[in-house]
């Protein structure tokens, strides 16, 4: 076989914003596989937030990328080599094998999606880790009840899509904050969020204010700075915030929040968290969320770019809100 | 009879500091009684940081206080008329009835206390609503196990001085932070914590780094503003923080935290609380205290003011910090 594989390494680490600089695409042999190895041949690199966090040598919830490794990221494709009883040839399977466009995996890293009903693509979406995220800082950690005002910023993308639509299938008024009136639009439109308040408007303050006029009971945290400090200020006694991400600081210094004190004023409960914490209760929740995609009950958008050679690209893009949904590329 | 009861009442809101002109002192005759109530001649007047949020009509977690009307605050008194079938001339009781010298007071609203082995004064401090406090946001809410790192500020307060005795008992290491080498002293003499850190120290910021080598696992937070945001920083993953009080922004405007990322970073559990949220597991609280005191396993230190017409120099003091122990202002 004279197909070459190809990777995106780690050449340096950025100091704020991310470059196309701090990637190299190398070429490199398909490398053979061990027994209870697979061959998998790419098909989709889901890019999320998180990375940011992988590229710096300073203390994170993960440890980092090295330099000159292929960048780390969730990745769907398909079986072409097994030397595993678990696979066989053609099956779909979803893990975190990189930037890469064939990967080794150990047979107990990868699992095996059924892509029947749903595009292979929705288990790095609404059905795979974005969507468990969704419903962990949601249901496990704010526990809305019918009636009670839900916020969720970065309400379009992967992860607030699905915590938008799981609050409004609680019975929750649903308050989406997004970048732009066509994201706002979508939220509101497609989505069925009862308001959506565009952050980037010179008169957020006051809209998102007037958009909650029984202040907050459950916020889902995504965006971190101005907006979150913001919406700290309109909790409600005995509120609780689950803080999924602060992607508004991963490339600036650190913003000076002001309404600290609302955490004691309003007894509020807060907790950051990341999807793998605990992992036990993750089969539980793809599977209900699966359901919930074949019924109709969730929606959900795509950004995609083309080609392993636009992830660094499409990375920056999303991390500057520039994606619609969920950020992809498609690899094949 | 002609004694004439003595009261202080709210005569403005302070914009900032308190100052002893928010205050007037009055007389009036002492009032009688109907069935149900007391006549309580009050012998210890408890000066607490929560006062200051209640001279204000900002949004607070209770309400405040109105112009014109008696100071809020607890107190400790001997009833002398009573017209209930619960408390006979003579009882020693807590209640809060504000600052004055007599009170009428419903006998739901107070309760009777033992003071045949320990002084009453101590109802209002350990094993008062401020021991039940450091008993909540330690025990309930961080939950600290042996052998991890406890952090507590304002450590020789009437909260602080519980908090870190308690967590010794649990078998902890205590690091304390408190204004000045005497408290610190006393901190690590008295209540035998393992290290105290004056936060007056220019060097505040290396000293409590090089205190915490294994970093925080729970953070029993009563100051806020510097102290807290650096703590911020040297926490755990999955570290607990009860914040409890914010004392050192109530007279300013709010501090800028730049350390909030930490709560993603080491997914922080953070929750406000005050003592009165839920009521139901006050008594046990007390009586698991009082046994602590009897027994000698408490220590507690009082900053004692003489005449109801000083409570409104020695609360200013108490807000900057010049009290050593717990404020009370002796009626009697």
């Known amino acids: 076989m004279t197909t070459l594989n190809q990777q995106i390494i780690v050449k340096s680490f950025p100091t704020g914003w991310i470059t196309e600089d701090n990637f190299s695409l190398i070429s490199s042999p398909?490398?053979?596989?061990?027994?209870?190895?697979?061959?998998i041949k790419n098909d989709w690199l889901s890019?999320?937030?998180?990375?940011?966090?992988?590229?710096?040598?300073?203390?994170?919830?993960?440890k980092g990328v090295e330099i000159g490794q292929v960048m780390v990221g969730g990745t769907?494709?398909?079986?072409?080599?097994?030397?595993s009883p678990k696979f066989k040839v053609g099956d779909q399977v979803a893990g975190s094998t990189g930037w890469q466009l064939y990967a080794v995996a150990e047979d107990i890293a990868i699992r095996k999606i059924d892509t029947s009903k749903v595009p292979s693509s929705a288990h790095l979406g609404p059905i795979g880790m974005p969507g468990v995220t969704a419903w962990k800082g949601l249901i496990v950690i704010c526990d809305p009840k019918p009636g009670e005002t839900v916020v969720v910023d970065a309400a379009t993308g992967a992860v607030g899509s699905v915590v938008g639509q799981l609050?409004?299938?609680r019975g929750c008024r649903v308050v989406g904050i997004a970048g732009g009136k066509a994201k706002c639009d979508y939220a509101i439109n497609e989505l069925n969020l009862d308001a959506c308040i565009d952050h980037k408007s010179p008169n957020f303050q006051d809209d998102i204010k007037a958009a909650l006029p029984q202040g907050i009971d459950c916020l889902y945290e995504n965006v971190g700075g101005m907006v979150f400090d913001t919406l700290l200020s309109l909790m409600n006694p005995f509120a609780r915030i689950a803080v999924c991400g602060l992607v508004s600081e991963y490339?600036?210094?650190?913003y000076s929040y002001t309404n600290v004190r609302s955490i004691l004023i309003n007894r509020l409960k807060i907790q950051g968290f990341i999807v793998n914490d605990d992992q036990s209760n993750i089969p539980g929740i793809m599977k209900s969320?699966?359901?919930?995609?074949?019924n109709g009950r969730l929606k959900y958008k795509e950004t995609i770019a083309h080609g392993l050679e636009n992830a660094p690209k499409a990375l920056i893009g999303l991390l500057k809100g520039e994606n619609f949904g969920k950020q992809l590329v498609k690899l094949s």
Chains 1, 2 share one sequence.
Request: proline content about 6%.
């Open 30 to 39: 398909i490398p053979s596989i061990k027994n209870g190895q697979v061959l």
């Open 47 to 62: 890019l999320d937030p998180y990375m940011r966090g992988r590229l710096s040598n300073a203390k994170s919830y993960a």
């Open 76 to 83: 769907v494709g398909t079986v072409i080599e097994s030397l």
């Open 167 to 169: 609050a409004k299938a």
């Open 251 to 254: 490339n600036v210094e650190p």
């Open 289 to 294: 969320l699966y359901e919930e995609l074949v």
